[in-house]
């Protein structure tokens, strides 16, 4: 297992598009986590799963954004309608229930013209 | 709602030297854990250092030793024989014990000079 993967690294797209993003885990790590960081800030929660099921969500994961854990396994968030206001480094992390440890990909960076 | 602050946006060190970054935090909170990330250009954020609030002790690993002060709610790391291979942003991170939300400080950018 080579860790958290993230899938694009980099995603350039247009106002006004939808994007995807996905995460690949630990292998049997049952919880994940979305994180999102802007240029000079740290990372900020956005949402986590337990197994497939999202069990929190920051406000700031807005009515445009959506997460899913289908199998338990991998996760996508996307964002609809992007706005120059999401770009930003989107960051998935994983670890075992009862872990304090949490390991990070390397994140999708997103830019939004 | 908690809060991490990380005073220093840069910080520069001699290779072989030893340098601290500070971290305070905000928390009506007795149980919690504090972690220190690193996270070197383009590649992802790796734990360096934890402490559990109900310790007593600072944590060290190796070179990584922290100053945790409870009532004074501040959690600093120092850094021993810095290496030029230390050299990255560094995020302070506070997480509840009953709670997944890990708060995170601004960083500090660490440069390491040969």
């Known amino acids: 297992d080579t860790g958290v993967s993230q899938n694009p690294r980099h995603k350039i797209t247009k106002r006004g598009q939808n994007v995807t993003f996905r995460c690949d885990p630990i292998?049997?790590?049952?919880?994940l986590y979305w994180y999102r960081q802007t240029l000079g800030q740290g990372p900020e929660f956005l949402t986590y799963?337990?197994?497939?099921?999202?069990?929190?969500k920051s406000r700031l994961l807005s009515d445009r954004f959506s997460a899913e854990r289908p199998k338990g396994s991998f996760s996508t968030l996307e964002i609809q309608r992007t706005e120059q206001g999401d770009s930003a480094m989107y960051l998935c992390?994983?670890?075992?229930?009862?872990?304090?440890?949490?390991?990070f990909g390397q994140g999708t960076r997103l830019t939004v013209v | 709602a908690q809060t991490v602050t990380q005073s220093q946006p840069e910080m520069s060190v001699q290779e072989a030297e030893t340098v601290t970054l500070s971290c305070t935090y905000d928390?009506?909170?007795?149980?919690?854990?504090l972690f220190w990330y690193k996270q070197p250009p383009s590649r992802q954020m790796i734990l360096v250092i934890r402490?559990?609030?109900?310790?007593?002790q600072n944590a060290t690993e190796n070179r990584f030793s922290v100053n945790f002060q409870k009532a004074a709610k501040s959690f600093s790391l120092k850094i021993s024989d810095s290496q030029l291979g230390d050299a990255a942003m560094y995020f302070c991170?506070?997480?509840?014990?009953?709670?997944?939300?890990?708060?995170f400080g601004a960083g500090t950018r660490l440069t390491v000079k040969p």
């Open positions: 992390a994983s670890s075992f229930v009862g872990d304090t440890e949490a390991f």
């Open positions: 292998s049997e790590h049952n919880r």
């Open positions: 799963f337990q197994n497939e099921a999202q069990l929190e």
């Open positions: 928390t009506s909170e007795s149980d919690y854990y």
């Open positions: 402490q559990e609030a109900y310790k007593q």
């Open positions: 991170a506070y997480r509840s014990y009953n709670n997944n939300d890990m708060r």
